[in-house]
């Protein structure tokens, strides 16, 4: 897959606060469903998989990848479906149960803050906030088209009965609400039992491979991007490699069966830390975790994140990172492609 270039815009101009990030409360076919109906979803790069024609998309511009989140209250599920791309969670906030299998019964995983799970395509999976508090999951679906989902049988049951009807296509059709399916259109049908059985789970072994916990992610000192630290203070760990990386990495802990298309790193500055100013060859968006971020342009245009703030640095934008405050400055980063280039001083 090739760099894809994207248009060179002001840093503030890509950059989605957290405090701005708009909501569709009703995405999805089981967004009425008891026990669904109170999740937030968000479309912050590229179209994502919504069934709502009126989701709004932050930043519609392609990135070779999709960025968006998830917020759900403490006992919010997400109900089980499943994706012809890679889906990928870090938990920003709360605490959260991933579970497998077309009724959830398969098997699960418990993640919290800074954990990261990709799950494999074509297989069920759902989520629900466990925590006490309110819950938000930063998502990475591959490719510019994700596609549509595949709901397990037991969601269409759910959703007739509280008056959502999905489309052949991916189109949500509230009827409750006076909505009426479109003259020709067809419903779109569960899967039957052949298709349910080829979206099987995997076993455990591959499935213990899917997650990169946050407190066994290593430090790269092979990383390319240490040569441009101020001082010191910057470190890079991997989260998702599919393979070995032109930028000095190895294949891990993520590797995948499955595409990706795209690299996660956990990147760290200490406080006072700076990464001097330089231009990379792929799409890179930045996702603040922990702890204050200023990223500065070229042109001096200068923007401070906060946590859970989203940048889209575009391809050849020369950018410096810098910490200024007495705390960790902890970003996600995506990178596109397989394997990221050494980022070039600038």
Request: hydrophobic share 45%; proline share 8%; no cysteine.
């Given at each position: 897959m090739g760099a894809v270039r994207l248009s060179q815009s002001t840093l503030s101009s890509?950059?989605?606060?957290y405090a701005d990030l708009k909501p569709c409360l009703n995405a999805f076919v089981d967004t009425r469903t008891p026990g669904s109906d109170k999740k937030e979803n968000f479309t912050i790069v590229g179209p994502g998989v919504s069934e709502n024609p009126d989701q709004h998309v932050h930043?519609?511009?392609?990135?070779?990848?999709?960025?968006?989140?998830?917020?759900?209250p403490p006992g919010c599920l997400n109900s089980q479906h499943s994706h012809n791309t890679a889906e990928v969670f870090v938990v920003h906030t709360g605490?959260?149960?991933?579970?497998?299998?077309?009724?959830?019964?398969d098997a699960y995983v418990d993640l919290g803050p800074g954990d990261t799970i990709s799950i494999p395509t074509k297989m069920f999976r759902g989520f629900e906030n466990t925590g006490d508090t309110t819950?938000?999951?930063?998502?990475?679906?591959?490719?510019?088209?994700?596609?549509?989902?595949?709901?397990?049988?037991?969601?269409f049951e759910l959703a007739e009965q509280y008056g959502l009807v999905l489309l052949e296509g991916g189109r949500?059709?509230?009827v409750a609400a006076g909505d009426e399916v479109p003259a020709g259109a067809n419903r779109q049908q569960p899967p039957n039992e052949a298709e349910v059985a080829a979206l099987k789970t995997p076993d455990a072994a591959d499935l213990a491979g899917c997650v990169a916990f946050e407190n066994s992610l290593s430090e790269n000192s092979s990383s390319?991007?240490?040569?441009?630290?101020?001082?010191?203070?910057?470190s890079e760990a991997a989260v998702i490699t599919p393979t070995a990386t032109q930028d000095g990495f190895e294949a891990g802990p993520i590797k995948g069966w499955w595409a990706h298309d795209f690299n996660v790193r956990r990147v760290t500055l200490q406080p006072n830390a700076q990464i001097s100013s330089h231009t990379r060859e792929e799409a890179e968006v930045v996702f603040l975790q922990s702890g204050a971020l200023t990223v500065t342009a070229a042109d001096g245009e200068q923007i401070d994140m906060v946590p859970g703030d989203t940048?889209?640095?575009?391809?050849?934008?020369?950018r410096s990172w810098s910490n200024a405050s007495s705390t960790p400055a902890v970003a996600f980063v995506v990178r596109g492609g397989d394997s990221p280039k050494p980022p070039v001083a600038a």
């Open positions: 890509r950059l989605v606060r930043l519609p511009e392609p990135h070779g990848f999709n960025i968006g989140g998830a917020r759900q605490q959260w149960r991933f579970l497998y299998g077309v009724n959830a019964d819950g938000f999951l930063f998502a990475v679906l591959g490719g510019d088209d994700p596609g549509k989902v595949t709901w397990a049988p037991s969601v949500l059709v509230d390319s991007l240490l040569p441009l630290a101020v001082n010191g203070g910057v940048l889209s640095l575009p391809v050849g934008m020369a």
